[in-house]
T-cell receptor, first 112, second 112 residues
Framework: QQQVKQSPQSLIVQKGGISIINCAYE??????FPWYQQFPGKGPALLIA?????SEKKEGRFTISFNKSAKQFSLHIMDSQPGDSATYFC???????????FGSGTKLNVKP | DAGVTQSPTHLIKTRGQQVTLRCSPK?????VSWYQQALGQGPQFIFQ???????QRGNFPDRFSGHQFPNYSSELNVNALLLGDSALYLC???????????FGPGTRLTVT
């Protein structure tokens, strides 16, 4: 049973557009929600993370929107660039349990 | 400041053999987690080490074992390799009270 469901599986966006990736979870014990970016042949790199006490967090062109009641969170990449082309993973960690549950990933392709 | 390092980068083994993968955590980090990432999938938690002991474990068979040394570096051992063990093996380090995990570049294991 997948603890974190991620969509879409792949995404094509034009340069300058907005990329939106969604994740949903069921376990209400999750209290930390990071997003990771992974390039081919590399390990995942932390992009941005949020806790459930806030509904939105913005860092540069990256924004997490969090809906606690719906148990959903999403990553928005504003002004998408070809260099953003990578696979993005959402993840969740339960309270007091340092173990990540990852989504299945979204392969983003930003067309120039 | 060196990040998480892993060795070797690539490894090819034959079914039934045993393999040892190595990880050095980010400077100052004392907790090491191991993940298995199959092609096109999100990382799956194998186990976590803290103070030289296995603190948490995912749904992996006993063929997967590990060790943490006094300098916080860690090894992942896999016995009786199966074709399905072919994957990218990621090591992540963190502080015990910190949810942020930093990933290494991974070891690509191919079992033939």
């Amino acid at each position: 049973q997948q603890q974190v469901k991620q969509s879409p599986q792949s995404l094509i966006v034009q340069k300058g557009g907005i990329s939106i990736i969604n994740c949903a979870y069921e376990n209400t014990a999750f209290d930390y929600f990071p997003w990771y970016q992974q390039f081919p042949g590399k390990g995942p790199a932390l992009l941005i993370a949020i806790r459930p006490d806030v509904s939105e967090k913005k860092e540069g062109r990256f924004t997490i929107s969090f809906n606690k009641s719906a148990k959903q969170f999403s990553l928005h990449i504003m002004d998408s660039q070809p260099g953003d082309s990578a696979t993005y993973f959402c993840a969740a960690i339960p309270y007091n349990f340092n173990k990540f549950y990852f989504g299945s990933g979204t392969k983003l392709n930003v067309k120039p | 400041d060196a990040g998480v390092t892993q060795s070797p980068t690539h490894l090819i083994k034959t079914r039934g053999q045993q393999v040892t993968l190595r990880c050095s955590p980010k400077s100052g980090h004392d907790t090491v987690s191991w993940y298995q990432q199959a092609l096109g999938q999100g990382p799956q938690f194998i186990f976590q080490y803290y103070e030289e002991e296995e603190r948490q474990r995912g749904n992996f068979p006993d063929r997967f074992s590990g060790h943490q040394f006094p300098n916080y570096s860690s090894e992942l051992n896999v016995n009786a390799l199966l074709l399905g063990d072919s994957a990218l093996y990621l090591c992540a380090s963190s502080l015990p009270a910190d949810d942020e995990q930093y990933f290494g570049p991974g070891t690509r294991l191919t079992v033939t």
